[in-house]
C-alpha cells in the first residue's frame, strides 16, 4: 500500500506535471477566445487590406493551432509563423494577428531555454523587420513598436518560466526535508524500541533466572528428604525468591520511570550504574554460586556506568544459566588507558551447543557499541566462559552497528 502523498508533494506534482486533459480544454477555450478577439480586430482596425477568404484561412490557422501550445510550444510557433508572415506579407489588417502571436511566443519562451528564447526572439524580430521593411519601409515607428512588444512578452515568457524553476526547486528542497524528518523519527522511534527491549530482557532476564534457580533450591530441600526437613534451608530459599521479586519490581520501576521522564521532559533518577554492580554479585550469590567482585572504578559518565551495569548483569545471568553445578565467578570493573575494562569470567560448563538462540551477547554487544565500546565473548583459556568489554569514558563515536543474526547463530544460547 503506497503512502499518501503530502502537501509539498502534492504541490510539487503540480507545478512539474500538470494535467494534460485539462490543459488542452483550457487551452481549446483560450485559443476561441484569442480568435474571437482576432476577428473583431480584422473587421474593425483599419490597418491594412480588409480580409479575404485567405487572410481568413491564415487567421484560422494561427489561431487553431494555439489548441496545443503548451503541447508543442515550438511546433505551434512554426505554424504560427508560417501562417502570419504570409499574412503580413500581403498587407491585411495587420493588428489582428497580433494576439494570437504574442501568445504563441510567450509559450515557447515559458517552456524552452534561455538559449532558445534568445534564438527565437532572433528570429522573429529580424523576420518582422525584414517583412516590415519591405511592406512599410517608413514606418520606422511601427518597426520600434513591434520589436518593444515582442522583447516584453519574450522578458515576460523567460521571467514565468524562471520563477516556476525556482519555485519548484523550492518545494523540491522542503519535500526532501520533510522526508528527511520522517527517516529520522523513524530512525529514533526503532532506536528507542531496540532501547526499551534491551532494558526489559536484561531485566527480566537476570531476575527470571534467578528465580528459577532459586526455585530449584526450594524444591530439591524439599525433595531430598522429606522425614527431616530443613526448615531453615526452605526458608532461606522463598526469602531468596521474594527479595529477587522486589529487587525486579524495584528495577522495572525504575525502568519504567526513566522511560516516562524521557518521553515528558522531567528530570527521575537515572537507571543504575556501577553502584549497583555489587547488588547484583550479592544477588547472584543467592543461586548457589560463588561470586567474587571488584570494582575499581571511581567514577565514569551515566551512560557507560549503565553500560557496565547492564553488561555485568547479562553476564552473571548467562554464568548462572550455563554454568553448572559448584559455579564460581569473578567480576573485575576497572579503568585503564582512558576505558572502564569489564570482565566476568566464569568455570561452567559454558552454553549448550545446539541451543535456542538468545539476544543475550547481541544485547551486551550493542550497549558496548553504544558508547563506543567493543566487547568479545566467548570460551576461557581453562574453561568456562569469559566476557571483556572496553568502554571508553571520553567522548568516542558509537562503532558502526554489525549484523546481529551472524551473532545470534554464532553465539547460542547466551
Not at 351 to 356: C, F, K, L, R, V
Amino acid at each position: 500500500m503506497s503512502r499518501p502523498q503530502s502537501l509539498i508533494e502534492r504541490a510539487l506534482t503540480a507545478v512539474n506535471h500538470p494535467p494534460a486533459v485539462p490543459s488542452l480544454r483550457n487551452d481549446a477555450h483560450l485559443a476561441a477566445a484569442v480568435a474571437a478577439l482576432t476577428t473583431v480586430m480584422a473587421l474593425f482596425l483599419k490597418d491594412g487590406r480588409q480580409p479575404d477568404p485567405l487572410a481568413w484561412l491564415l487567421l484560422l490557422g494561427a489561431n487553431v493551432s494555439l489548441i496545443w501550445r503548451r503541447r508543442h510550444p515550438m511546433a505551434v510557433m512554426l505554424a504560427m509563423v508560417a501562417c502570419v508572415v504570409p499574412y503580413h506579407a500581403l498587407d491585411y489588417t495587420h493588428s489582428a494577428p497580433i494576439p494570437a502571436t504574442l501568445l504563441a511566443l510567450y509559450t515557447a519562451a515559458v517552456a524552452g531555454s534561455a538559449r532558445r528564447t534568445l534564438l527565437i526572439g532572433t528570429v522573429l524580430i529580424g523576420t518582422t523587420l525584414t517583412v516590415n521593411a519591405v511592406t512599410n519601409p517608413d514606418g520606422l515607428a511601427e518597426m520600434l513598436r513591434i520589436t518593444g512588444w515582442l522583447i516584453s512578452v519574450l522578458l515576460l515568457g523567460g521571467y514565468i518560466r524562471v520563477h516556476r524553476q525556482y519555485l519548484a526547486s523550492t518545494l523540491e528542497r522542503a519535500e526532501r526535508a520533510e522526508r528527511t524528518r520522517e527517516e529520522e523519527a523513524r530512525r529514533r522511534v526503532a532506536e528507542e524500541r531496540l532501547r526499551i527491549a534491551r532494558d526489559l530482557h536484561d531485566l527480566l532476564a537476570h531476575s527470571i533466572t534467578l528465580i528459577g534457580v532459586q526455585t530449584s533450591v526450594a524444591a530439591h530441600v524439599l525433595t531430598a528428604d522429606p522425614d527431616r526437613l530443613n526448615r531453615e534451608a526452605v526458608a532461606k530459599a522463598l526469602d531468596d525468591i521474594a527479595d529477587t521479586c522486589r529487587t525486579a519490581r524495584g528495577e522495572l520501576r525504575t525502568t519504567l520511570e526513566v522511560l516516562r521522564a524521557a518521553e515528558h521532559g522531567d528530570g527521575r533518577g537515572p537507571l543504575p550504574g556501577l553502584d549497583g554492580i555489587p547488588h547484583l554479585t550479592e544477588t547472584a550469590r543467592t543461586s548457589g554460586a560463588r561470586v567474587d567482585a571488584t570494582v575499581r572504578a571511581d567514577h565514569a559518565p551515566p551512560a557507560v556506568g549503565a553500560a557496565a551495569y547492564r553488561i555485568v548483569q547479562e553476564a552473571l545471568t548467562n554464568s548462572v544459566r550455563h554454568g553448572g553445578p559448584g559455579l564460581s565467578i569473578r567480576v573485575d570493573v576497572y579503568e585503564e588507558g582512558g576505558a572502564l575494562c569489564v570482565s566476568v569470567t566464569d568455570d561452567g560448563t559454558g552454553p549448550t551447543a545446539g541451543g535456542t538462540p538468545g539476544f543475550g551477547l547481541v544485547g551486551m554487544r550493542e550497549r558496548a557499541r553504544s558508547v563506543g565500546g567493543t566487547l568479545d565473548a566467548g570460551a576461557g583459556v581453562g574453561g568456562g566462559f569469559e566476557v571483556r568489554a572496553v568502554l571508553p569514558v571520553v567522548s568516542v563515536p558509537p562503532a558502526p552497528p554489525e549484523p546481529s543474526t551472524q551473532s545470534v547463530h554464532r553465539e547460542g544460547a547466551r
